[in-house]
């Protein structure tokens, strides 16, 4: 079983140490990497249906040589994810492999579960995979086909898989924590959330909740039509929100797009954040340059409305 809890390695990553309080900050512990852009969802919540960019998944070669400068920067844990869905991915085993024999400790995924199929988790936990989390943010079938815009029997079938997750994690012996997150949404919709919550609970090392993220100003207004209330930047998890400004994501994780751009944002569905193309330079000399350190200066002052960040930060 995994040890330690995935809210204390959330918490580490959303907290900015002085070190980090800096235009041009330390190499960050983490990066997520975009193996693919493509999702077999689209959540109304979520800006990736919007087709907002070209999808599509990365080159090996290029992941490969990500890596290895990824590592020798300093970076200790690799997300294989950022706004796509990797288990698309006939390879995404591979790549877990691949970021294992580079020497990261730490390498995590976050996915909607509906093609966590038994098989396939094995073939992940094999490759050394130390973190799964599911995101849960539907309270039932209806309610699933109406924000996730597929098929409602889908939703009994990701249940499913996170419950066959666990089982092949604790037969095989695999040394990979399973959590889930969901939206702490208000009202009813929290009281219906509490359901499946509490069926899932029991088999995973951890469940916490989240806010709903404006997602850069692109969350739908189908959110805002059904009262849920929306939080400006990314505020981290819910029960240890952080403030919109200065922007934790700025300065202790980076973000890999599947096209190679280095990312200063969460949610960068349009290209909008990115502040360097890794197919020409280096991963420190993007993390460095002179657009994310601009961006990072105006966080610092806590004034970002001539930025692009403007718009993001402007909810509640």
Known sequence: ?????????????????????????PCPRAVKIELTARCNFKCSFCATADKLREK??????????????????????????????????????????????????????????SLAKPDKVKACMEAGLDSMKFSLNYADEDQFASIAGVKASIYPEIIENIKTTARVRDEGGYDCGIYASYINYDGEQGDRMRTVVAEVEPLLDQVYSLPLYSQADLVSVAENERGWAIKGGNPGRFDNMRAPVPCWSLFTEARVTHDGHLSACCFDHDGRFHCGDLNEIPFMEAWHSQKFQDLRAAHLTGDVRDTVCSSCVSYG
């Open 1 to 25: 079983m995994a040890i330690g809890k995935i809210t204390d390695r959330i918490d580490a990553i959303t907290g900015i140490d002085e070190e980090r309080r800096a235009a041009a900050p």
């Open 56 to 113: 599509g998944d990365m080159d090996w070669d290029f992941y490969v040589k990500l890596l290895k400068d990824l590592r020798r920067s300093g970076v200790e844990e690799i997300g294989v994810f950022y706004l796509g869905e990797s288990m698309l991915l006939k390879w995404l085993p591979d790549a877990i492999l691949a970021a294992k024999d580079e020497g990261f400790p730490y390498v995590f995924i976050t996915t909607n579960g």
